[in-house]
C-alpha cells in the first residue's frame, strides 16, 4: 500500500531539547543557550504558536516575541502524556514509552490511560523507562524543582515524569511562578525550575480555544509573565514552551468510524484519542493484518487522514527510534487526523469525551508546532 506519510526528522530540534539545553546552560558554556545561574521552563499547557498567533491582541507581552527563531517542535503524537515525557527526559516516545494518551498494556491486554491510568500493574518508575533531566540535573549538584497544582503532587503521572524534583504547589497561574522565582532567589548554587499551566488547555477542551473564556485566560498569564519576568533575578532564563496547540472542532465534524464495519474488523482495542487513533490487533497479528485494516481506512478516510501501519509510522520517524519495549504500544495501525475532524468510537458507554471542543494528537502543523519563547538570561 502506497501513501504519501509526513515524515518526522529525529534528529531535528525539537521539545525533547529544551530541558537538555537549560542544563547545558547551568554547567558549561558555548551551548545553544546563554549561560545562566538559574533555568526556569514555563510550560503552557494546549498553547501553540498558531493559537498564540491567532490571539496575538490578548498576548502583548508574549505574541511579539514569538518568531522562527523561538518555535519549535512538539513531540508525536501532540498530546500531553508524550510531550511532557518528551520535554522532561530529553527523549523521543519511542525511547520513554509514553507513545499516546491511551496505549495498549500488552501484559494485562488492556488499554490504559497514561495521565490518570496508573496502578499496580503500571508501575510509573518502570514504565516510563528512562531518566529524567532533573535527575542529571540533581545528581550534577543543581537545584531541581517542579511547581504545579498541588492535585498533581503525587500522580502516577507525575512520578513517571517528573521524578528527581521537589514538588511544589500553587493554586494560581502567578502562585507558580512566584515559587519558581523564590527558588531562583533564594538559591545561591544553580537551579532548575519547572512551571506548569494547565489552566489553558482544560478550558480549551471545554469550550474550545477560539472561545472568549480561553483569551482571558491567555491575557491574565500574559499580564503575569510581563510582571514576573522583571522581579527575576539577572542570573535566570526562562523558556516560555508548550507540550502542543489546540484545534476546535465542532460536533458535527466527529466522525463515528464504528458505524463503518471494515474499520472495526478484527480491532482488539481502541487507543489514542480523537484525532490521533491507535488501532490494536490481536497480540499475534500480522504485517498482512496491518495493511489490511490500513487499506481499509485509507479507502474510507484517506482524503481526510495519514494512515499508517506501525511499521509505516516508525519508518518515517514518527516517534522517533523506537525500543523493542515500546513497539507494543504503538498501534498496528495509526489514524493520524489532517482535516479539522475528530474520531470517535459511539460503542462505549460513556461518551463524555465527545463533549471537548478543543483537540490534539495528530501531526498538523496547528498541533505540533509550538513557542520556545526566551525570557531573562536567554532573551534573544
Known amino acids: 500500500m502506497t501513501t504519501m506519510l509526513p515524515t518526522v526528522n529525529p534528529e531535528s530540534r525539537s521539545l525533547a531539547d529544551v530541558l537538555p ?92 490511560n497514561q495521565l490518570s491510568g496508573w496502578d499496580d500493574a503500571m508501575v510509573p518508575e518502570t514504565w516510563q523507562r528512562l531518566p529524567t533531566v532533573f535527575e542529571q540535573a540533581r545528581a550534577q549538584g543543581i537545584t531541581t524543582t517542579v511547581i504545579g497544582q498541588e492535585r498533581y503532587r503525587g500522580s502516577g503521572f507525575t512520578r513517571a515524569v517528573l521524578r528527581g524534583a521537589e514538588y511544589r504547589a500553587g493554586r494560581t497561574m502567578a502562585d507558580r511562578l512566584e515559587a519558581a522565582r523564590a527558588v531562583a532567589s533564594s538559591s545561591s548554587g544553580p537551579t532548575l525550575s519547572y512551571v506548569y499551566v494547565p489552566e489553558l488547555d482544560q478550558t480549551a ?77 490481536d497480540a499475534d497479528a500480522g504485517a498482512d493484518d496491518r495493511e489490511a485494516l490500513a487499506a481499509a481506512w485509507m479507502q474510507h478516510e484517506g482524503t481526510r487522514a495519514w494512515i499508517a501501519t506501525r511499521e509505516q509510522a516508525i519508518d518515517h520517524g514518527w516517534f522517533g527510534p523506537v525500543d523493542d519495549e515500546v513497539l507494543p504500544r504503538i498501534g498496528d495501525v495509526i489514524v493520524a487526523a489532517r482535516k479539522r475532524i475528530a474520531y470517535y468510537d459511539s460503542r462505549p458507554s460513556d461518551q463524555s469525551a465527545r463533549g471537548m471542543i478543543g483537540q490534539h494528537g495528530s501531526l498538523t502543523d496547528d498541533e505540533r508546532r509550538i513557542p520556545l519563547i526566551t525570557l531573562g538570561r536567554y532573551e534573544r
Do not use: M
Not at 545562566?36 to 503552557?44: C, D, K, T
Not at 514509552?97 to 491486554?109: E, F, I, N, T
Not at 465534524?253 to 490487533?281: K, S, T
Open 205 to 281: 477542551h471545554e469550550y474550545g480555544w477560539e472561545s472568549g473564556r480561553w483569551a482571558a485566560l491567555l491575557e491574565e498569564l500574559d499580564g503575569d509573565l510581563k510582571r514576573w519576568s522583571d522581579r527575576l533575578p539577572s542570573t535566570a532564563g526562562v523558556l516560555v514552551t508548550a507540550d502542543h496547540g489546540v484545534i476546535d472542532v465542532p460536533h458535527h465534524q466527529h466522525v463515528l468510524f464504528d458505524h463503518e464495519p471494515a474499520l472495526v474488523a478484527g480491532v482488539r482495542h481502541v487507543g489514542g484519542e480523537p484525532r490521533c487513533l491507535h488501532l490494536y490487533l
Open 21 to 112: 539545553d537549560c542544563l547545558e546552560s547551568l554547567t558549561t558554556a558555548g551551548g545553544n543557550l546563554p549561560a545562566a545561574g538559574h533555568a526556569i521552563v514555563v510550560l503552557v499547557d494546549g498553547l501553540g504558536a498558531a493559537n498564540l498567533r491567532g490571539a496575538a491582541a490578548h498576548a502583548r507581552f508574549l505574541a511579539p516575541r514569538l518568531g522562527p527563531r523561538t518555535t519549535t517542535t512538539s513531540a508525536f503524537p501532540s498530546t500531553t502524556a508524550a510531550g511532557i515525557a518528551t520535554l522532561t527526559t530529553g527523549a523521543l516516545p519511542g525511547r520513554h514509552g509514553l507513545v499516546s494518551y491511551k496505549v495498549r498494556d500488552l501484559a494485562g491486554d488492556r488499554i490504559v
